[in-house]
């Protein structure tokens, strides 16, 4: 037992001994791994917003029907003596019966008129059934489709019969006469509201439901068949929209308890706190309250509407209880419906939970319909008990000694319970309860700074707090709360604001009404506010002018675009790039707004942020700058140059280091496609006429047959896994997709050049861009195609883009857009494909055949330059056949530029749309339009659109958006204040963190102890397999039981330890170039692999060796001068060994020099790049950008990087076999420290060692491997080894090195150049002979040596076994 205690505890033993060495994992920085790489660039999905008022509503008119009879009884109800005999507060036996009747009539009008003011109130009292007739329909006529109010009190007639009539009188009160409900319906119409105070009114509103539905069905039968003798009848009223409010069941008689009044119905609903009073002053508990009495209730100081006095704050206390009752208790739609829709329904609503209350005291139940939930038991109630409680035990001394008044403690405690609500926060739980009160609270300025602030941080929770908060009405109080001046309130009303907006943006309108910009704009424009309140103002503003003319106009007169200018250089990120968006959003599609930055120099402002570290701002002044260009008015030869200096200022980051970048930047090019449409048209014209001219063998068919094995040849296809970035749908939607991405990764094995013809649709299209659509059959250039003009464009350099002249603006934009096609980011690519196809389709539609096919090339009749004026394309009347809408004809019909001498064109089968794809382009357009038969020059550019019926605009325009700006607007949505799971200690995320980092200990504390007893022999077997390609590259993992092998251009996965395959997929790099090198990141935490090719791109990736799909996490172009067509031989040295050697190397690396190397430090999260090219570029990966170009003063490719950061060193092995090392600190001139210049041939690695004194070990092609002390000029130590070296590895921690050599066999040295083991057959594997070494690797840590090569086999080989 012991032992294995023993055993458990050893990870914990070794963390009490190095505790310091323990936690320099938690310092390392992490790469890519923010928002932008782990998740979709989208805006949220908009929640359906259903807390507008489809219909506010007022209710215009009021009829009060009172039959009292005042002094005769009816004959049905046998009252009590005494009996309850108060009508609206009056005893109606104190004065005559008709002045009584009048009376009465003229309170019951006041106490309504309390709750709605501006109504009109037509009373009718005792009347007969014209009089009542006569009412209805008057104020029906009058209201037109506004809602009436029908009050009806029954205290002197028959109670209410089952066949749906109340009672009148007739002219001289000798008779009840009855009066059917369903006329009464007819005469009011809808919308109404209906009070009914009598007994057994619950009959009434049975009736009224019955009725109601009959009507529906007369309207249906009248609806289906108009010969019905009911469609010939006026047609009844819809009684949909009528609301009832009913004071007993059917089976009830109202109380008749003397201390109540008769009306308690009527008074619960139309004099609430007075009944209120006088019922908690019947209770029992009232007795707790010594000296309160009726008589005293009635002096209760003050106005109902003056929330200072008393009164007013009993009557405050109470609306916001009922409120709040009504919130909780009732479905969303319906508390809306009765008590947001309209003040009169909605405080008839309120009393109505009263009058539950305190008539089921009595065993009377009020109805209402709609129906609601019971009330009467809520807990709130107490509150409002205790509310009175208080106020009343004050009124002795107050109204006897006049002491002051002491406010309720109510609203502070429902403020105390809501924090408490916010502060012991569980995700999942119930609303807090108390969010209507907070509404009421706004009210009063002595709390409404807490209110404010706690309501900001409710809506913090999320998307769906903000819609609550919106559902119970918040939106009126805070849009009046903009016209307060008070500064406290500033940061909390613009982040309240900002969460609103971010979640429902159509408040923008509401916004603009009541000027609340104004507010917004003043906020921004104040320099003593914080920058974060700032930023959300700018954020609020940018949603202001979002796609919305008028509010684009108010902010651009409030001097919106000078301010938003001012605050462009704000140290704080967020609000340098919501300040750029901001103004993309204020001038897109909006001219005046746009000219008012061309006269502040918006354009030239924002060119600074084309450069700033952070990638979102980048992006944001892309967009900016994009719609400056985008915009579609009337074109001056001034606007035209601003458009130029745009985009070729935009045009220097084709090679930014970030995807979202790029992306942005295809969309902004877009939008100057669009505007200067025929000009480009010109310019694809030119570039596919020269690229059908110019045969390009493509560069993957000049290798030599056997040095490539075809996929066929190997024994098995092995499953790839193709990969989308992102969205992890597989590639392979279809069969027919998986087929094409498998005939991709072949070469096409005849070995010829495949020809492409522009007409065509090229029959295969690259698996890099296949991966990201699967609906490129449609495209008219092909990836092939596209790539292929951008190698023939005499692109020597991109950075010869900057300074052109301008005549040539629309070609560099061109090939811009080429390099961005082949981007190696299949989004970016995606996208560039779109707007060059759209392009190429329009200028095949318009280009006449007739013409193209005299003048045998397109170069003579179209003008070399755009902008040279006079030079036209003929145009010989008529228009060319247009495609019909049958996709397939599209290869045939659209005129085509001959193909060369004769050459057939390929032809494909018709077209069939996969997956509810539409024929492509071709459906939108019309039959006939308009060619350009102006050459297009420079003034009159868009001149041909104008009657472009813009199906092709809408075409790019409407897929070209890259949803960057709802994506950002996402982080105003999400709770801001919370504390990320990453820093929580007890979240999941950092307890796996804790694993890794204890397990990162005991790897590197393990292996430790092996390498320090030193290691003997090197040649146990561990692990042995056949890889699905060729090793190129492989690279341990420095924690995990796992090994990356790439081939030409997939990477395997395999964990050594249970020998099995983890994972195959496919890198996506382009058919004529291989991965030359591959690094693992943040290898501590949570893996990326980056792999290298020798095109330049860098992609990485995460998701792999588990279970899930790999996913791309970025890609872009780490080296932009490397067409791997261009490569010149390495020079060779004089021995004809290393001639072979470097030949071979030639091969095995490509077309010939290094491809591209790279070397990473973690500490940093620096990553170098170089390879055949004269230059190591450092790009920082926290900025996503290049930071250094430092140039290697060597006329030769460089062959191996190596980095330490803490001396800001590297060490650079170069193909004509000198060493040099480079201080990064220096300037480009100074900045190479050393050359060391012994070895006289290729050097295969570069090794700079880590320790503070740490040495330069290199080894050339010969074998030679040298020690190099970094002060003194000359090696300290030589060693000789094997000659013909293809690949080396150097141990980092147990200074040993492997060599792998043209002779098939693997030698393994220790520092002292002594050979340790030499490895000529695999184990156990028919004793079969090495093939030639491909590639080695050391494990980081372990004594562990993995070998690559030529036969497919990889196998690992480590120390022997009693060490480990």
């Not at 096919?853 to 056949?881: F, M, R, V, Y």
């Not at 939108?924 to 038969?933: E, H, L, N, V, Y």
């Not at 057959?1321 to 028919?1326: P, T």
Request: hydrophobic letters at 40%.
């Amino acid at each position: 037992m012991k032992m294995d205690s023993e055993l458990l505890l050893s990870p914990a033993v070794c963390l009490a001994e190095e505790e310091e060495a323990d936690m320099s994992d938690w310092n390392l920085p992490l790469a890519f791994m923010k928002k932008r790489h782990s998740e979709k660039i989208e805006g949220s999905k908009a929640l359906a917003q259903s807390w507008r008022m489809k219909d506010r509503m007022k209710t215009v008119s009021v009829a009060l029907v009172l039959c009292l009879n005042v002094g005769v009884d009816p004959p049905d109800v046998v009252k009590t003596s005494p009996c309850a005999r108060l009508e609206c507060w009056i005893d109606p036996l104190s004065m005559s019966p008709q002045k009584a009747l009048e009376t009465i009539g003229a309170n019951l009008q006041k106490q309504y008129e309390n709750w709605q003011p501006r109504a009109r109130y037509k009373q009718s009292l005792d009347p007969t059934v014209d009089e009542v007739k006569k009412l209805c329909t008057s104020l029906r006529r009058n209201a037109k489709e506004e809602r009436v109010l029908f009050h009806y009190n029954g205290h002197g007639v028959p109670r209410p019969t089952v066949n749906g009539e109340i009672w009148v009188f007739n002219k001289n009160y000798t008779q009840y006469i009855p009066l059917s409900v369903y006329d009464l319906q007819t005469w009011m119409g809808s919308p109404s509201i209906f009070v009914y105070d009598c007994s057994n009114a619950g009959i009434i509103v049975k009736s009224f439901k019955q009725f109601a539905l009959q009507r529906e069905q007369e309207l249906e039968v009248a609806a289906i068949n108009p010969n019905h003798p009911l469609a010939q009848m006026p047609l009844p009223p819809s009684m949909k929209n009528c609301i009832q409010l009913a004071a007993c069941e059917a089976s009830e008689l109202l109380p008749m308890n003397p201390d109540l009044p008769a009306d308690l119905f009527t008074s619960c609903l139309t004099t609430p706190i007075k009944i209120a009073l006088r019922w908690f002053c019947m209770q029992k508990s009232a007795k707790l309250v010594p000296g309160v009495t009726l008589d005293l209730i009635e002096k209760i100081p003050g106005r109902l509407n003056d929330r200072r006095t008393p009164l007013g704050e009993l009557n405050w206390i109470f609306t916001a209880i009922t409120d709040t009752i009504a919130w909780n208790v009732l479905p969303r739609d319906l508390f809306q419906k009765l008590f947001r829709q309209d003040l009169l329904v909605a405080s008839l609503f309120r009393n109505f939970l009263l009058a539950e209350r305190i008539m089921r005291s009595y065993n009377c139940t009020p109805v209402s319909s709609p129906r609601l939930p019971p009330t009467y038991m809520h807990a709130m109630w107490q509150a409002w008990d205790l509310a009175v409680d208080i106020c009343l035990s004050q009124l002795p001394t107050i109204i006897e000694e006049g002491t002051a008044f002491r406010h309720s403690p109510f609203f502070a405690e429902q403020l105390t319970a809501f924090q408490v609500w916010l502060t012991m926060g569980v995700e999942n739980r119930n609303p807090p309860e108390q969010l209507p009160i907070v509404l009421q609270v706004l009210l009063s300025q002595v709390h409404r700074l807490r209110a404010l602030d706690l309501l900001g941080r409710f809506l913090d929770l999320g998307p769906w707090a903000v819609s609550l908060a919106l559902s119970v009405g918040i939106f009126p109080y805070v849009l009046k709360l903009l016209q307060s001046s008070a500064r406290e309130l500033r940061p909390l009303l613009v982040f309240i604001w900002a969460k609103i907006l971010a979640v429902d943006s159509s408040c923008q309108a509401d916004l603009v009404k009541d000027n609340g910009h104004k507010y917004f704009l003043s906020v921004l424009a104040d320099p003593y506010m914080p920058a974060e309140h700032r930023t959300m103002a700018v954020f609020i503003l940018a949603v202001i002018v979002n796609s919305y003319t008028t509010g684009q106009e108010a902010c651009l007169q409030g001097n919106l675009i000078a301010i938003c200018l001012e605050q462009l250089s704000d140290p704080h990120p967020l609000l340098r790039q919501w300040v750029a968006i901001c103004l993309g959003r204020i001038w897109q599609n909006f001219d005046s707004a746009r000219w008012c930055g061309v006269r502040d120099s918006a354009h030239e402002k924002l060119y600074s942020l084309l450069s700033d570290p952070i990638p979102e701002v980048r992006c944001a002044a892309v967009f900016a700058l994009g719609t400056f260009v985008g915009n579609s008015a009337e074109r001056t030869d001034h606007s035209t140059t601003i458009d130029h200096n745009v985009a070729m200022m935009l045009a220097q980051l084709i090679n930014d280091g970030s995807p979202v970048v790029r992306k942005e930047l295809v969309v902004a090019l877009s939008h100057l496609v669009v505007q200067y449409e025929s000009n480009f048209c010109t310019v694809a014209l030119q570039f596919m006429e020269e690229e059908k001219n110019y045969a390009v063998p493509s560069p993957a068919n000049t290798l030599e047959p056997g040095n490539l094995t075809p996929v066929r040849d190997s024994p098995a296809i092995p499953r790839l896994r193709s990969v989308n970035s992102y969205t992890n749908i597989r590639a392979a939607t279809t069969a027919r997709n998986l087929n094409k991405s498998l005939q991709n990764l072949n070469l096409n094995e005849e070995g010829g050049p495949v020809a492409f013809s522009p007409g065509n649709l090229s029959t295969s299209s690259s698996a890099s861009s296949t991966l990201g659509s699967p609906d490129n059959d449609e495209y008219i250039l092909s990836f092939e195609t596209i790539d292929k003009m951008r190698r023939v464009s005499s692109y020597s350099s991109l950075n010869s883009l900057i300074g052109v002249s301008f005549n040539s603006v629309y070609t560099q934009i061109w090939r811009v857009l080429l390099h961005l096609a082949a981007d190696p980011f299949p989004e970016v690519s995606d996208l560039a494909m779109k707007v060059l196809n759209s392009i190429a389709y329009k200028a095949t539609i318009n280009a006449r055949p007739q013409r193209i096919l005299d003048s045998g090339s397109l170069t003579q009749s179209a003008p070399a330059s755009p902008t040279s004026k006079g030079a036209h394309i003929h145009q010989a009347g008529g228009s060319p056949p247009m495609p019909s809408a049958s996709s397939s004809s599209l290869t045939n019909e659209v005129p085509k530029p001959p193909t060369r001498g004769g050459e057939q064109p390929p032809t494909r089968p018709p077209y069939t749309p996969t997956l509810g794809g539409q024929a492509p382009h071709s459906h939108q357009f019309p039959r006939t339009r308009k060619m350009f038969d102006k050459g297009p020059s420079g003034s009159e550019q868009a001149g041909d659109d104008a009657d472009d019926p813009g199906g092709h605009k809408a075409y790019m325009n409407a897929n070209l958006s890259t949803g960057l700006c709802d994506w950002s607007a996402k982080y105003f949505a999400q709770p801001v204040m919370k504390i990320p799971e990453e820093h929580d200690v007890e979240s999941q995320v950092r307890k796996e963190r804790e694993w890794r980092f204890l397990r990162n200990a005991r790897v590197r504390k393990q292996s430790q102890r092996i390498t320090q007893r030193g290691v003997t022999r090197l040649d146990d077997q561990i692990f042995i397999n056949r890889n699905p390609g060729v090793p190129s590259v492989v690279k341990f993992h420095p924690f995990n039981p796992c090994i990356a092998v790439a081939d030409k251009d997939s990477i395997c996965f395999w964990d050594w330890e249970k020998a099995e395959r983890l994972d195959y997929f496919y890198n996506g790099n382009p058919r004529y170039t291989r991965i030359t090198a591959m690094e693992y990141l943040n290898g501590h935490d949570y893996s990326l692999l980056l792999t290298a090719t020798d095109d330049g791109a860098l992609r990485i990736w995460k998701n792999f060796a588990d279970q899930r799909n790999p996913e791309m996490v970025t890609a872009w172009q780490g080296l932009s001068d490397m067409l791997p067509t261009t490569r010149g031989q390495p020079s060779s040295s004089a021995h004809s060994l290393a001639r072979r050697v470097s030949i071979y190397l030639d091969r095995s690396k490509g077309q010939g020099g290094a491809g591209m190397v790279v070397d990473w430090e973690q500490e940093t999260g620096l990553l170098m790049t170089s390879g055949d090219v004269r230059v190591i570029r450092i790009w920082d990966t926290e900025r996503e950008m290049k930071v250094q170009d430092i140039p290697t003063g060597a006329d030769s490719c460089v062959t191996s990087l190596s980095c330490d950061s803490q001396r800001s060193l590297i060490a650079a092995g170069l193909g004509d076999g000198s060493v040099r090392l480079y201080d990064r600190r220096m300037g480009a001139n100074e900045c190479r420290v050393m050359t060391y210049r012994e070895h006289s041939s290729w050097v295969v690695k570069a090794h700079l060692q880590k320790q503070t004194d740490g040495k330069i070990i290199s080894v050339s092609v010969d074998g030679d491997v040298r020690f190099f002390e970094l002060r003194s000029p000359d090696s300290v130590n030589v060693l000789q080894t094997v000659k013909g070296l293809t690949a080396l590895d150097i141990h980092p921690q147990a200074n040993l090195f492997a060599c792998g050599s043209m002779n098939q066999f693997i030698a393994v040295y220790n520092s002292n150049g002594d050979v340790i083991s030499n490895i000529k057959y695999y184990d156990g594997f028919m004793g079969q002979r090495i093939g030639a070494i491909s590639c080695l690797a050391f494990h980081p840590y372990w004594p562990h040596l993995a070998v690559g090569s030529n036969d497919y086999y990889m196998s690992i080989y480590s120390a022997e076994k009693r060490l480990r």
